[in-house]
């Protein structure tokens, strides 16, 4: 073996090469795989980041969303109100116009309600207003029970009521005519 010093120191150099890469290269392989795995982390962490900027992007879209229908629904509130007031206006302007015609009619005909013809022009579901028009201002009123309310506009010796329009909810559901 002496011989052949040199050839053995080149084979030792060549296995020691040979070995230093397959080490190096392995080393290679785990800075690769740590590399990767860093990636990955790094992949993850843009995504959940990217979520988040996303939730608060859709939130704004939705604000907008909830201030259009808010807008449409003050809109119509605003309609509405102006509806209710110009009705309320038409009402008392209505009621004004009755209140002159009742009080005039009361002076031509201050018992209007002793006229059977006039109890024969009264309907179920008629309002109060439509009955003090045809009948005029009873004597007394009876709101004793619940939500139904007696009308008087005659009254016999002892105090009884003998004629008489009955209201439910302020709507006609009955009467009786007096005896004439």
């Known amino acids: 073996m002496k011989k052949y010093p040199i050839i053995k120191y080149f084979i030792f150099c060549l296995v020691l090469s040979s070995v230093t890469q397959l080490f190096g290269q392995n080393n290679s392989l785990d800075v690769d795989v740590e590399q990767n795995k860093e990636i990955e982390a790094l992949n993850k962490k843009i995504a959940e980041l990217e979520k988040i900027i996303k939730s608060f992007e859709n939130p704004t879209d939705d604000l907008e969303k909830e201030k259009r229908q808010n807008r449409r629904k003050f809109s119509d509130l605003e309609?509405?109100?102006?509806?209710?007031?110009?009705q309320v206006k038409e009402l008392h302007s209505n009621q004004k116009s009755n209140r002159q015609g009742t009080s005039n009619s009361a002076i031509q005909y201050s018992n209007k309600w002793e006229k059977i013809s006039n109890w024969r022009q009264l309907k179920k579901d008629m309002s109060s207003t439509q009955v003090v028009i045809i009948l005029g201002e009873p004597i007394k009123v009876d709101a004793s029970l619940r939500n139904r309310t007696y009308w008087i506009y005659s009254q016999n010796q002892y105090g009884s009521r003998e004629s008489y329009v009955?209201?439910?909810?302020?709507r006609v559901i009955g009467w009786r005519e007096p005896n004439l």
């Open 79 to 86: 309609q509405t109100i102006t509806q209710l007031q110009n």
């Open 166 to 170: 009955f209201f439910e909810d302020n």
